[in-house]
């Protein structure tokens, strides 16, 4: 069973959301959860075929404040998102208005396909998970809810079936084919560590992440749509080379495979494996030089790893690019030195949001503001920058 969090850093969101809570309802939340965002290092687009990645869980979280109710009425509200769901739990739970209460009413449903709700609640989200930024601002949200729903009934899941909740929630209900990368960063995040996730047998390992090194998040704020848009062309592909290779997933390929076959396979779909199998190759590495202190190949593989979305898998954007190309200015992969910065790389889906670098902490507000400088100046458009640590997964809050 998880511990419950300490407050003190969430305590200012708290308030806000307690005080945004009883303006909206006319009661005081008897309940609180939060669950973070996520940041992926390096696998991306290997979830889904049955690799692996290396997420950690951010400093930024989707809190839910929350009271029961005594009728089996549910009222969902945002500070941030306009309208408000109302849902009666004696009815189907469906898609509805407004569209971002899609991802909690995913998570009512799915709970009640196997566990009792025997009362309606008033629930108020606060995120601080920028939205369209790469940053799982979903998978967030539908762990935490999962996180509230256990709270109301005094149910006990383990991280990992909170997880599978909330990927139901996005997958099966919302529409999204994702893989469960995401929800299991938010679940099962650690502090300090970044997880090493195997995504067909679902084992985690936490890796340490070596102190006097800042996780760097730049936010292109070129935001991205992925629901039935590009995302789920790419899992089509990866799905046609797997078949055209005759293996189970692109996780059971190799280059020399992949080679054997080149001639009978299309320039798009040779590319689109190409990335997959090598992304599996280098996030492997990756996890092993951290407990290492490899920097050298932790950089290679951060920026290969980018090369490879850019060229093979074609998930960038121009912004996301020119990031990546001013982070390497900085660059010196044999260590924490000179420039400060290690490796640099997109994060999430694609087609717009973040970029995550491991910087030397020191350092790490400077190196970010020139970066932020540097596109401004390109595009006109001003970054967001932060650093975090890795952060602990969902958690209950104590009002």
């Known amino acids: 069973m998880d511990l419950t969090c300490d407050v003190n850093d969430r305590s200012s969101q708290l308030v806000r959301a307690v005080v945004a809570f009883e303006q909206r309802f006319g009661h005081p939340p008897t309940h609180a959860v939060s669950a973070p965002g996520r940041v992926n290092l390096i696998g991306e687009h290997t979830d889904y075929n049955g690799g692996f990645v290396l997420p950690l869980a951010i400093q930024r979280q989707s809190v839910l404040v929350a009271r029961v109710r005594d009728d089996r009425r549910v009222r969902l509200g945002s500070t941030t998102l306009p309208g408000v769901a109302v849902l009666d739990l004696d009815q189907p739970i469906l898609q509805g208005e407004p569209p971002w209460s ?107 992440l070596p102190p006097g090194v800042a996780v760097l998040v730049i936010n292109s704020n070129k935001t ?114 000179d420039g400060g910065l290690i490796g640099s790389r997109m994060t999430g889906g694609g087609f717009g949001g973040c970029t995550v670098s491991l910087v030397k902490a020191e350092v790490a507000d400077r190196v970010g503001a020139e970066i932020a400088s540097v596109y401004k100046r390109k595009f006109g458009v001003e970054a967001s920058v932060f650093t975090t640590k890795a952060a602990g997964g969902t958690c209950e809050l104590e009002l």
């Open 224 to 337: 991205h749509e992925l629901v039935g848009g590009e995302y789920a062309v790419r899992r089509e592909q990866c799905e046609a080379a797997a078949k055209q290779l005759g293996v189970p997933a692109l996780r059971d390929a190799d280059m020399r495979m992949l080679e054997a076959a080149a001639d009978k396979l299309d320039d798009v779909t040779y590319r689109r494996a190409r990335h997959v199998i090598t992304e599996n190759q280098r996030t492997l590495a990756t996890a092993h030089a951290l407990r290492r202190g490899d920097w050298s190949t932790i950089g290679q593989c951060m920026f290969a790893s980018h090369r490879s979305m850019r060229d093979d898998f074609e998930i960038t954007t121009p912004e996301l690019d020119a990031l990546v190309d001013a982070a390497s200015c900085f660059g010196k992969t044999t260590g924490p030195s």
């Open 102 to 208: 899609g991802y909690l009413r995913g998570v009512i449903a799915r709970w009640m396909q196997g566990h009792e709700l025997p009362h309606g609640f008033d629930a108020l989200l606060d995120s601080h998970v920028p939205l369209g930024g790469g940053l799982s601002s979903s998978a967030s949200i539908t762990v935490a809810m999962t996180r509230l729903l256990e709270a109301f009934t005094g149910t006990d899941l383990d991280g990992k079936q909170r997880a599978l909740m909330a990927h139901w929630a996005e997958h099966g209900f919302v529409g999204m084919p994702c893989g469960i990368m995401d929800p299991f960063a938010c679940s099962l995040g650690r502090a300090d560590h970044a997880l090493l996730i195997d995504c067909r047998s679902r084992e985690v390992t936490a890796v340490p």
